[in-house]
C-alpha cells in the first residue's frame, strides 16, 4: 500500500518565494487592479446605499418592552431606512461584484499558477477569463458551489450549538448547572463549527487553483480532484494556507 504523502511546508513556501520573486511586478499589479475594481465597487455601493447609523439608548436594553417600542419608533421616523430600491440595487451591486471579481480572482490563480512553473505571463493575462463565457459561468458556479458546501460544513456544528444556546436563554426555571452545561457546549460547537469552516475553506481552494490550472477540469472534475489531492491532508493545507 502507498503511503500518504507528506506535504512539505517549508520547501513549498521556499519554491513559491523563490519563483515569485523573479515575477514579483505580475503578481504586485495583478492584485493592485483587483484592489482598485473592489474599491470602485465599494464606491459605489456607498453612494447609492443609505449607511446605518444606530445608537441604542442604554435605557431600553435591559427592557424588552422599552426596546420595542424603540425600534419600531425608529424604523418610522429614520430618515434613510432601506426600502425596495435600496435593496435591488444591493443585490445588482453584489451580482455586478459576484461577476467581476469571480472570473478575476481565478484569473489571478492562473497568473501565480504560470509565474510558479516559470511559464511566460503577463499582467492583463487574468482578464483573458473574462473574455469566456463558459470560464466566467464555471468560476462563478464553482464559488457558489465551494460556499454552500463550507455553510453546510459549518452549520453541521454550529446550529446544534445555536439551538443549545437559544434553549438556555428561552428555558424557563432552568437551573444552573443545566444552564452551564447548555451554554458551555453550544460555544464548544460553535467554535467546531467555525474551525471545521475554516479547515474545509483552505481545502477548497484546492479546487479553485486546480480549475483555474486546468479549466477543461469542469467544476465536478475540480471538486473530484480536489478531494482526492486533500484527503487526509486538511489540516496541512489549512496551516499551508
Known amino acids: 500500500m ?9 520547501l513549498i513556501k521556499f519554491e513559491a518565494r523563490t519563483a515569485y520573486s523573479k515575477n514579483w511586478q ?12 473592489q474599491l470602485i465597487l465599494n464606491l459605489l455601493k456607498n453612494h447609492f446605499l443609505p449607511q446605518l447609523n444606530i445608537t441604542i439608548p442604554i435605557e431600553v436594553m435591559d427592557d424588552y418592552d422599552a426596546f420595542s417600542a424603540w425600534a419600531e419608533n425608529f424604523w418610522k421616523t429614520y430618515p434613510h431606512r432601506w426600502d425596495i430600491n435600496s435593496g435591488i440595487i444591493a443585490a445588482l451591486l453584489g451580482l455586478l461584484s459576484l461577476i467581476i471579481l469571480t472570473p478575476l480572482s481565478f484569473g489571478f490563480l492562473e ?16 482578464f483573458r477569463w473574462c473574455t469566456s463565457f463558459k470560464k466566467i459561468f464555471c ?28 434553549c ?29 469552516s475554516f479547515i474545509r475553506t483552505a481545502s477548497y481552494i484546492m479546487a479553485r487553483c486546480l480549475f483555474a490550472s486546468d479549466p477543461t477540469l469542469g467544476i465536478r472534475g475540480a471538486l473530484k480532484e480536489c478531494r482526492k489531492v486533500s484527503k487526509g491532508r486538511h489540516t496541512e493545507y489549512f496551516v499551508l494556507c
Not at 505571463?121 to 487574468?126: E, L, Q
Request: glycine residues 4%.
Open 2 to 10: 502507498n503511503q500518504k504523502q507528506h506535504v512539505d511546508r517549508p
Open 26 to 37: 505580475v503578481i504586485l499589479f495583478s492584485i493592485l487592479i483587483i484592489f482598485a475594481i
Open 111 to 126: 497568473t501565480c499558477s504560470k509565474v510558479l512553473n516559470n511559464e511566460q505571463t503577463s499582467i492583463f493575462a487574468m
Open 139 to 166: 468560476s462563478i458556479a464553482l464559488t457558489i458551489v465551494i460556499g454552500i458546501f463550507i455553510f453546510l460544513w459549518s452549520i453541521l456544528f454550529m446550529l446544534p450549538g445555536i439551538i443549545l444556546y437559544l
Open 168 to 196: 438556555a436563554f428561552m428555558i424557563p426555571n432552568l437551573s444552573i448547572t443545566s444552564y452551564l452545561t447548555l451554554v458551555t457546549w453550544g460555544t464548544i460547537l460553535i467554535f467546531v463549527g467555525i474551525f471545521v
